[in-house]
């Protein structure tokens, strides 16, 4: 097996351990928010999902434990409510913001961190293949940062063609193990019954997205998402 065979399976591997990182703690009744390569660490070949401390508690159910629930993920939801109010609405790190948050989201949900980790896995692995340099701002086009909705229509214009994204954020090659886990990803957020929906992102920020879970099984645990407290969710099988 080859280093760059190695590493994306350890990538594919940690994308899917943080996925279901997300999905336990959505039905917790959590949000981390600031998905990044930052907040994401490896030990071993094992994946972790740090810094919650942005995270919301969703407003959409009642969490009667919310006291337990903030100890458990070391969160403090009124200081994160507080924080916004104060400063930023959008909390995230821009250059793995989801589309609809980019374009001024106020329903946040589990598919934008999802897409949150999605070009975090873009980014590490164009990072690994030399295409970007982190102390350098020459990066793929598809990490181009301008305004919010600028960016937004940069990353939406670059994910339009199913068979040339990865070229876009600057992967050349990609190997199996992490090509079907970005495959899998990017058809559950970006299309929905074979149409690209970041047109429809674009126009209405809030626009609900539909999970397949037959497609999203290649990159998570979709058995966590058929909880009670996920009814929020569209999904379909």
Known sequence: ????????????????????????????????????AGNIAINNGQARLIDWGYSRARSDINIPNLDEVERLFAFDNNASIMEEYQSDSWTGTRLFKSVQM???CTERSLVH????????????????????DPKSNDLPLGFHCLGNKETAAIQVGCLST??????????RDCPD???????????TLFMHNGQYIGGYMLDDCNYERIID??????????QILLSDS????KISS
Do not use: P, W
Request: charged content about 15%; proline content about 0%.
């Open 162 to 171: 199913e068979n040339c994204y990865l070229r876009n954020f600057g992967i």
């Open 213 to 222: 879970l037959d497609i999203a099984s290649n990159f998570m645990d979709t």
């Open 113 to 132: 961190d999802l897409e949150s980790l999605f070009f975090v896995g873009l980014y590490t692995l164009a990072t690994f293949q030399g295409a970007i």
């Open 1 to 36: 097996i080859t280093r760059a065979e190695q590493f994306s399976a350890t990538l594919a591997k940690s994308i899917k351990t943080i996925s279901g990182c997300l999905a336990k703690a959505y039905i917790a009744g959590v949000l981390h928010r600031d998905i990044s």
């Open 177 to 187: 193990a992490i090509a079907r886990v970005f495959d899998s990803m990017y058809r």
């Open 102 to 104: 980019l374009m001024g």
């Open 230 to 233: 996920c009814n929020n969710l």
